[in-house]
């Protein structure tokens, strides 16, 4: 396995492989390096006759292999791309026989094909060779993790596409803005075209960054949630402390923790409807990126849970108003209790 920054030396150099599988959380990100590559090896102009996308939630191994043995047209070589080819995670899409093929076939790619996939790692925490399908095709193709890029990086990136807008931002607000975007070159493209049409017409300030921003909190609510989920209290009250330290409010954080839990059970409700990520994100003004995560998240708990862990904020809540209560307390039995409650 190699890093991001191994693979752009690769694709500086000309000294690229037959396959790669991109392993990691942003999506926009992993589609930029796939078109690097791909304008690399192809020139644009033979791009329509030798370009083949498949879905990675549809493609079986007979699609891979038509897609390949076929020769390019005056072409030296064909780029074949499966995007979100999550079946390297979880393999459902595939018998064990063939997805054993597969693998072989990543191996001995033809050498007229490059042969370009992705996968769509769950968070920040999640390792691509945790997984036992990327595990293995890491012996048969070159695999890249596509881990959170560097503050100097995101900053270069989101410069550019202020740029794409003519719109300038001052070197000051640009970091504020990467300090509170999420890592996620997506959302920061999209947070960028938010801004631009913001602030029309005059120069963008620290406030409108604010005004617009989720705040980072938000985002350490999901990682505390998922600490319930998995049933570890330690670590989500390890975390909550280390919150209050910054100086977090823990009338603030049980808001966010209760929110959080409501958010959950209407995405829920609504996956259960079979609404596909896009709708939803549509009805509750949200990215579908977001989405996409609290529906995998939502997945840990059943309605029942989510309505428990819902009450016991509200209970929480009254005893903090009440002037006996220590505070930090009740709210360290609130994580425990929605872990128990979690658990049943």
């Known amino acids: 396995m190699i890093k991001l ?162 719109k300038e931002i001052g070197k000051v607000e640009l970091r504020y803005f990467i300090n509170k975007v999420e890592k996620n070159f997506e959302i920061i493209r999209n947070e960028i075209g938010k801004l631009v049409n913001y602030t029309e017409g005059r120069e963008i300030k620290r406030e409108d960054i604010d005004t617009l921003l989720p705040s980072k909190s938000e985002e350490d609510i999901f990682d505390l949630i998922d600490f319930i989920s998995d049933k570890k209290p330690e670590k989500a009250i390890v975390l909550m402390n280390d919150l209050v330290f910054k100086g977090e409010n823990l009338n603030k954080l049980l808001t966010l923790i209760e929110g959080q839990f409501k958010k959950l059970y209407e995405i829920k409700f609504q996956a259960e409807k079979n609404l596909n990520p896009q709708v939803i994100a549509g009805n509750l003004k949200l990215h579908p990126f977001v989405v996409e995560k609290l529906i995998k998240q939502g997945k840990k708990f059943s309605f029942r849970q989510l309505e428990d862990c819902m009450r016991l904020c509200v209970d929480t809540e009254k005893r903090m108003k009440s002037l006996s209560t220590n505070v930090l307390t009740e709210m360290e039995f609130l994580l425990i209790s929605t872990v128990r409650t979690s658990s049943r």
């Open 5 to 166: 920054q191994e693979l752009e030396k690769q694709i500086k150099d000309g000294k690229l492989n037959n396959s790669y599988l991109l392993a990691g959380t942003d999506e926009a990100l992993m589609k930029s390096l796939i078109d690097n590559i791909t304008d690399k090896v192809l020139p644009k102009d033979l791009r329509d006759l030798n370009y083949i996308k498949l879905d990675g939630f549809k493609v079986s191994y007979e699609d891979i292999v038509n897609a390949c043995e076929t020769l390019p047209f005056m072409s030296e070589v064909k780029v074949v791309v499966i995007y979100r080819a999550n079946f390297f995670k979880s393999q459902k899409e595939f018998s064990e026989s063939e997805f054993k093929k597969v693998l072989d076939y990543y191996n001995n790619t033809p050498s007229h094909i490059v042969l370009l996939s992705y996968v769509l790692l769950d968070d920040k925490r999640d390792k691509p060779l945790k997984h036992k399908g990327i595990l293995n095709i890491d012996k048969k193709a070159t695999v890249v993790h596509i881990d959170r890029q560097k503050e100097d990086r995101l900053i270069r990136e989101a410069e550019n596409v202020f740029k794409t807008y003519n």
